[in-house]
């Protein structure tokens, strides 16, 4: 997987072949509802998290991998940020790669652990269109549970237990995980809830729940983790960034938490991945300078 280059006419073609226009930045054109996007009404195979490995890989066409992990809500609250993120996702694609070489997205769907018969949806890691394709076959459930909070850290546990990923391994550099959602972090996840288990969902036996500092003190080393709240001015006072942002910080840090609106979800997805690759660059490029000085003053 994850060969290709994601390319804006192929989007247009994928778009138009659905009844879509495109506007002149690259974005669909028009007002459509979660239900018109996103169609499946139920887990679809490709998408199916149990006992899989998503293999992220670094190859001739693409040497240098970024592996990222977009992560959406799909519970009930959720439903028009994907769909803001599904119309800009060419806008995205297209700015990335003129910034970025070798971004390849895998596409997640979280709900509750606690509550939901499917809390959790990963596809393969890609680099062209079928990132869009494997983003409309995501499943929104539309559930969650009055515990206050959605399962925002099952991503976490899945990058580290279900991937084999390149960058990681072969050349030490850190993947890419973005959550977006609009309810304060969990505090640990269930290995059982009323509908699924770990074992139902990802095919893994545990023996007890995972705490969420404990988690991401093990994601951390692999991974940097981000987290956009998404402010759609359908929720209380409690579901505010001023309630949650906070809940995220004490755990990934304030600058890893990022206040979003329906309209720049898409600029903050391609900050994150541009300016984090880019100081990976600078980073390598500084470190072997420095090497290349203290090897001819020896």
Same mark, same amino acid.
């Given at each position: 997987m994850g060969s290709g280059r994601w390319t804006e006419d192929s989007f247009r073609s994928y778009s138009m072949a659905r009844g879509y226009s495109v506007n002149k930045s690259g974005a669909i054109d028009g007002n459509y509802s979660n239900q018109e996007m996103f169609k499946s009404r139920n887990l679809v195979a490709e998408l199916n998290p149990k006992n899989v490995i998503r293999e992220c890989c670094d190859s001739e066409e693409h040497p240098n991998v970024v592996p =990222? *992990?977009?992560a959406l809500d799909v519970t009930g609250s959720m439903g028009q940020a994907a769909v803001e993120v599904s119309k800009k996702l060419n806008v995205v694609m297209t700015e990335l790669y003129n910034? =970025? #070489? #070798?971004v390849e997205f895998m596409i997640m769907g979280i709900g509750d652990m606690a509550c939901d018969s499917c809390p959790a949806q990963a596809s393969q890691f890609e680099s062209d269109i079928r *990132?869009? #394709?494997?983003l409309e076959k995501v499943y929104f459930e539309f559930g969650g549970g009055g515990n206050g909070f959605e399962s925002y850290t099952l991503p976490w546990?899945?990058?580290?237990?279900?991937?084999k990923i390149d960058a990681i391994n072969k050349r030490g550099k850190k993947g890419i995980i973005i959550t977006m959602g609009d309810e304060p972090i969990n505090p640990y996840l269930p290995i059982r809830g009323n509908r699924a288990s770990f074992e139902s969902v990802f095919g893994d036996t545990l023996e007890e729940n995972i705490d969420t500092t404990t988690l991401y003190n093990q994601v951390k080393d692999k991974f940097e983790v981000f987290h956009i709240h998404v402010n759609h001015g359908n929720v209380s006072n409690m579901y505010s960034f001023e309630n949650c942002g906070p809940t995220f910080a004490k755990v990934i840090g304030e600058d890893h938490v990022i206040n979003a609106t329906l309209d720049d979800i898409s600029e903050h997805i391609i900050s994150i991945i541009s300016n984090y690759a880019n100081n990976e660059v600078n980073s390598t490029s500084t470190t072997a300078t420095k090497n290349e000085n203290n090897n001819q003053n020896e």
């Open positions: =990222v *992990i977009l910034k =970025v #070489d #070798d *990132i869009a #394709d494997q546990y899945f990058a580290l237990n279900h991937t």
